[in-house]
């Protein structure tokens, strides 16, 4: 079965950056575009970016633009993103998810199949 | 606009109906996912395409869309059911995902 596993909680200093990873396997890694969403304490979900396994051609949230990096190594299935000069306020879970696409009358719609189970990141 | 508006919370007697909304500019061309997210859980996927279940999801969880609004009905509420939902799309422009506001749902 497709699983995302992430890696483990880290704490950070203000200024400092980030690095987490998410390795996938039960599915072709190449196959899926995995995206990065966050959770901050108590709020909700909030979408970071997208990397393409096959390539390596990302797309970022405009909020992130600048200090956002989104990578992947197809020979461990493995995606990194990487933030950095971290704030207060990235302070929160991090989950790698996959995506999956549905089309109807040419226009191709987008999921978010399977997630990890998130890393816990907090900058103190 | 780059923004899915939900309602933020809604309550639901046990066995009852609820429907929540997910309001924004991009559901007039780009379909809606729902995810039920419970504490200290990942999400999990209950909708796609603006109105399909993916295996395992029960039938009393369904999907609409009409103009710039999606809409997610739980019908006979569970307790289960009890949880933070949340619509996601792409924004007008096609580029963007957004994640709606999120709507805490309580099964009374």
Redesign the interface.
């Known amino acids: 079965q497709v699983q995302l596993v992430s890696s483990g909680s880290e704490v950070k200093k203000p200024g400092a950056s980030m690095k987490v990873s998410c390795k996938a396997s039960g599915y072709n890694f190449i196959s899926y575009h995995l ?1 990065w ?1 966050r959770q901050a304490p108590g709020h ?4 970071l970016g ?1 990397v393409n396994p096959h390539g390596g051609s990302t ?1 970022y ?2 909020t992130f633009q600048g200090r956002l990096t989104m990578t992947t190594d197809t020979s461990t299935s493995t995606v990194n993103m990487e933030l950095s000069g971290l704030k207060f306020e990235d302070t929160a879970v991090y ?1 790698c ?1 996959r995506v ?1 696409s ?1 089309c ?1 009358n040419g ?1 191709c ?5 399977s ?4 890393t816990l990141v907090t900058v103190s | 606009s780059s923004e899915l508006t939900q309602d933020p919370a809604v309550s639901v007697a046990l066995g009852q109906t609820v429907r929540i909304t997910c309001q924004g500019d991009g559901l007039g ?3 809606a ?1 729902w ?1 039920q ?1 419970k504490p200290g859980q ?4 209950v909708v ?2 603006n109105d ?1 279940r ?1 295996s395992g999801i029960p039938d009393r969880i369904s999907g609409s869309s009409s103009g710039n609004t999606a809409s997610l009905t739980i019908a006979g509420a569970q307790a289960e059911d009890e949880a ?1 939902y ?1 619509c ?3 924004d007008s422009s096609g ?8 709507t805490k749902v309580t099964v009374l």
Do not use: M
């Not at chain 2, 990942?42 to 996927?45: E, K, R």
């Open positions: 995206h969403v909700g979900l909030e979408w997208t797309t949230a405009q989950y998810t999956r549905y109807s226009v719609h987008y999921y978010f199949d997630w990890g189970q998130g | 061309r780009f379909y996912s995810y997210q990942a999400p999990t996927l796609y395409g399909k993916p933070d949340y996601n799309s792409r580029n963007q995902y957004v994640f709606g506001t999120g």
